[in-house]
T-cell receptor
Framework: EPEVTQTPSHQVTQMGQEVILRCVPI?????FYWYRQILGQKVEFLVS????????KSEIFDDQFSVERPDGSNFTLKIRSTKLEDSAMYFC??????????FGPGTRLTVT | SQQGEEDPQALSIQEGENATMNCSYK?????LQWYRQNSGRGLVHLILIRSNEREKHSGRLRVTLDTSKKSSSLLITASRAADTASYFC????????????FGQGTRLTINP
């Protein structure tokens, strides 16, 4: 069964460093998303991406964040200068059309 | 936004009993989805119910949706120890790029 994959599973970085989180959505899906979940809290929407552009973003998704679909398969989230409060699980998700949204296993980002 | 709030926050039952979790939301939706998350792991899609549906079944899961009350319930019958996890409802709002808005979740513990 097709699934969303994410790499790395765990990333440790120092404050101020740039990180890139990678996702491979399900191949025939058209809409892509990033969410995050701070430990013990609910899952929060960051950004949605369709037709090679951002379709919606949340207040969390400020100028430090960017997304890219550099080729036909990868979907990346970049944080330019990480802060301590960026420590969280980051989930990628994809959807074919208005239906089930499938999530990847997540990347645990730890900023020290 | 307090969309997708689950009730109760925590539920502990004996193996074999049924578990019922509730979710309330505030805006008009296209669909509502339920997810399971084992501690520190990814989100597993359980079931999607569309706004024009009232009830849906999948194995031991039964989901209801009452759009007039803006509420949904997830029933797990004949619970097993492996059902121990956090359960989240997530709404796909009518106005939006199909992003999901999650609640805080219900932490379900099944005691053997």
């Amino acid at each position: 069964e097709p699934e969303v994959t994410q790499t790395p599973s765990h990333q440790v970085t120092q404050m101020g460093q740039e990180v890139i989180l990678r996702c491979v959505p399900i191949s025939n899906h058209l809409y892509f998303y990033w969410y995050r979940q701070i430990l013990g809290q609910k899952v929060e929407f960051l950004v949605s991406f369709y037709n090679n552009e951002i379709s919606e973003k949340s207040e969390i998704f400020d100028d430090q964040f960017s997304v890219e679909r550099p080729d036909g398969s990868n979907f990346t989230l970049k944080i330019r200068s990480t802060k301590l409060e960026d420590s969280a699980m980051y989930f990628c998700a994809s959807i074919q059309d208005r239906g089930e949204q499938y999530f990847g296993p997540g990347t645990r980002l730890t900023v020290t | 936004s307090q969309q997708g709030e689950e009730d109760p926050q925590a539920l502990s039952i004996q193996e074999g009993e049924n578990a019922t979790m509730n979710c309330s939301y505030k805006t008009s939706i296209n669909n509502l989805q339920w997810y399971r998350q084992n501690s520190g792991r990814g989100l597993v899609h359980l079931i999607l119910i569309r706004s024009n549906e009232r009830e849906k079944h999948s194995g031991r899961l039964r989901v209801t949706l009452d759009t007039s009350k803006k509420s949904s319930s997830l029933l797990i019958t004949a619970s097993r120890a492996a059902d121990t996890a956090s359960y989240f409802c997530a709404t796909d709002e009518k106005a939006g790029a199909q992003k999901l808005v999650f609640g805080q979740g219900t932490r379900l513990t099944i005691n053997p």
